[in-house]
């Protein structure tokens, strides 16, 4: 690839954006890279929590499908989302492709509204983390309070924050292994069991794909792909960003839609596709636990709920450091407290940032255990929920970056610059709309503050403007690197 042109550059960097104690140590690989999205993802933890929920809310024994259809439009943002991302590498995610098709102002509006979601589902997933070890706990005969499993989940999450990003990539890959493993056993399973009938083909007809309500199934779906845009975060720390952050992105939409699609397939075939729906109500959240306990026995069960918490935390240690990128880089260039910016003097890590995520998660959960919210119906699926809409929300925002930005330069590609990421824009915007729609679906309420929470990432993003308005003194950056060679 080219170097930048001087119409593509989106500001000259601080003199701290690339040297001293803010320069990242670049040693990940396409592997790690890919390790660190997935886990944000959580393929075994959305599998088990959401699945049940599209099953019954949204459209049965169709819900494959759905799951299909959004792997695709993601195919097509990803078409788009790697094309701007060579040509304007470097760090900053979102925020820097927005900032090069619409000015500083809307890239540093991406900026706040992007970490603010990143930021809530951090804490969101914290409280999660808790209740669901709780759950499991107490099935086991241990009761403790929820809080405590989220003060440890905490701990974890923020030592793994103050290092680089490859010692996290390294203990997710043992969760990561684990959980599709558990999953693969499972599809095995249900194959040896019911041979080909476990791969109904009712599931594509129209009556199917089309019965209940394709809103929240669509809802479910996007829902259950978010972490697939976070391997740009990790650009500033790739060996090759150039080449190691396209093939981690391809690799992730790839490998995981296909095993959605396959999973919840078999899980419609093994359950049968008229039973699925009536199943799942009365299972709910336990479906795929007992699923394995009728396919594997009690210690595939047993195995399930511990790689189910494994799957929580990974993918609140992929949440974490993507937060505190987005922190650690607002930091250097001055658009957010200074300190920010610093990293570990030995291990290269955002190390301010994590820390002040890490305190900030721990007021907030202290907070809402002093007032007696639920961790997960008063906390989770309100900052889950802001969580979600956010980044679905930036993700066709910057898919329509990416139509403009190239067609304001005339590129003759058609399919990398304007229809694959057309159709991401469309479909992403669309399920934007019908998360909006649903929202107290995801809150699991009616009451109106909760269910305002999607306003925030409007609100956040005029703060951007509003500060790159009051700070012209500040260059609005997001560290730039240099072109790699393809």
Not at 6 to 33: I, M
Not at 125 to 150: C, K
Not at 223 to 240: C, L, P, Q
Not at 431 to 456: H, Q
Request: one cysteine or more; hydrophobic letters at 50%; a neutral charge.
């Amino acid at each position: 690839m080219s170097s930048r042109t001087p119409d593509v550059a989106v500001g000259e960097p601080t003199p701290q954006s690339n040297s001293g104690p803010t320069q990242f140590k670049a040693n990940l690989g396409t592997g790690r890279v890919a390790l660190l999205v997935i886990a944000c993802a959580a393929p075994l933890g959305s599998v088990i929590g959401n699945t049940p929920i599209g099953f019954t809310l949204g459209n049965g024994a169709g819900l494959p499908i759905v799951f299909l259809v959004a792997g695709l439009v993601l195919g097509c943002f990803a078409v788009g989302y790697v094309a701007i991302n060579r040509a304007v590498p470097g760090g900053g995610g979102f925020a820097r492709y927005v900032h090069a098709g619409f000015g500083p102002g809307a890239g540093l509006g991406a900026a706040y509204a992007t970490t603010l979601a990143y930021g809530a589902g951090t804490i969101g997933i914290t409280a999660a983390a808790g209740y669901f070890a709780d759950v499991i706990a107490q099935a086991h005969g241990l009761d403790l309070p929820w809080w405590i499993y989220s003060v440890i989940a905490l701990l974890i999450v923020g030592t793994l924050g103050r290092h680089a990003a490859d010692l996290s990539a390294t203990v997710l890959l043992v969760m990561i292994v684990a959980e599709f493993a558990m999953l693969v056993v499972l599809d095995i399973l249900i194959l040896a069991h019911n041979g080909l009938s476990a791969l109904p083909l009712d599931i594509f007809t129209p009556g199917h794909v089309f019965s209940g309500s394709i809103g929240p199934a669509l809802m479910i779906a996007f829902t259950s792909f978010i972490g697939i845009e976070s391997a740009v975060i990790y650009a500033n720390e790739a060996r090759n960003p150039g080449k190691t952050v396209p093939r981690a992105i391809y690799l992730c939409v790839g490998a995981i839609s296909v095993f959605y699609f396959f999973t919840i397939w078999l899980i419609v075939g093994s359950v049968g596709v008229n039973q699925i729906v009536p199943r799942a109500q009365e299972a709910q959240g336990d479906l795929l636990f007992v699923l394995s306990g009728e396919q594997g026995g009690s210690l595939l069960t047993a195995l399930m709920q511990i790689f189910f918490l494994t799957s929580v935390l990974a993918s609140l240690v992929a949440l974490h450091n993507a937060t505190t990128r987005y922190l650690q880089t607002m930091g250097t260039q001055h658009t957010m407290p200074r300190f920010l910016g610093a990293l570990h003097p030995r291990y290269q890590g955002p190390a301010r940032a994590s820390e002040a995520l890490s305190i900030l998660t721990a007021i907030v959960v202290v907070v809402f255990v002093v007032v007696g919210a639920d961790p997960y119906l008063g906390v989770y699926t309100s900052l889950g929920g802001l969580f979600t809409v956010g980044i679905v929300a930036m993700q066709g925002a910057v898919a329509v970056t990416v139509v403009v930005f190239f067609r304001r330069r005339r590129d003759k590609r058609v399919w990398k610059t304007l229809v694959g990421p057309s159709i991401g824009a469309l479909g992403l915007l669309t399920a934007t709309g019908l998360i909006i729609a649903n929202y107290s679906l995801l809150t699991g309420t009616e009451d109106t503050i909760p269910n305002l929470l999607p306003w925030l990432i409007p609100l956040a993003f005029v703060v951007g403007f509003v500060v790159h308005r009051l700070r012209r003194d500040v260059v609005v950056d997001f560290d730039p690197v240099s072109a790699a060679r393809e």
